[in-house]
């Protein structure tokens, strides 16, 4: 499906055998609706009627909530990790804790700083576990219940980043300002390895 598609990621998103088809226009939707149904009849592949959503100005794909320009996680999804303990000693559990977690990290600023004391417990020969990862933990199922709603990227708008840095890693702020008005397009954020630590802090933001 990807390799079929991948002439029209313009205005569409596949995964495995789902398809999302987007448009600014009504117009345009009709456009590219044709030209989906084309592909689809060209290489011989079948429609499911019942799974069909046409002209839907909300949809729910992928564990996210798509409405007029604005998305968010589903709320299942960000209740899930709030039912994972404070502290959570097993590996296999922080593990899965974590990969909740990066479900959305687009939504939180510098996440992967406050999730740096869990990184290091999935290391060989970790240290006990003490009260800063039972804080991490709680600081980040806290963040979860209070995820904000981000915005599409609009082709029209002005882009802007911000960036940041410290020692121990960086940050940047997608962002888009459009009729005067601003709004976050996404957050990001990471850990510097052993080689980035090297470089100097007059560069780290670049």
């Given at each position: ?19 999302l ?53 589903i ?107 601003i ?5 990001h ?18």
């Amino acid at each position: 499906m990807n390799d079929i598609f991948k002439q029209y990621k313009e205005f569409t998103i596949v995964y495995i055998d789902d398809v999302l088809v987007f448009s600014n226009t009504i117009d345009q939707h009709f456009k590219h609706l044709r030209v989906f149904l084309n592909a689809i009849k060209s290489n011989g592949l079948m429609v499911s009627q019942p799974k069909i959503k046409l002209f839907q100005t909300r949809v729910r794909f992928l564990g996210y909530e798509i409405n007029q320009g604005i998305i968010k996680p589903i709320q299942r999804s960000l209740e899930f990790v709030d039912k994972f303990p404070d502290v959570i000693q097993d590996k296999t559990q922080l593990q899965r804790f974590l990969g909740c977690v990066n479900y959305i990290d687009d939504f939180i600023r510098d996440l992967r700083s406050i999730c740096l004391p869990l990184y290091d417990r999935l290391k060989k020969n970790p240290k006990p576990w003490t009260d800063e990862h039972t804080r991490a933990v709680q600081s980040i199922k806290s963040l979860a219940k209070s995820i904000p709603c981000l915005s599409l990227v609009d082709e029209q708008a002005k882009l802007i980043i911000d960036t940041d840095a410290s020692d121990i890693g960086y940050g940047s702020i997608l962002k888009q300002e459009l009729d005067g008005k601003i709004s976050i397009v996404r957050y990001h954020s990471g850990i510097w390895n052993s080689a980035q630590k090297t470089i100097p802090q007059s560069k780290r933001k670049f």
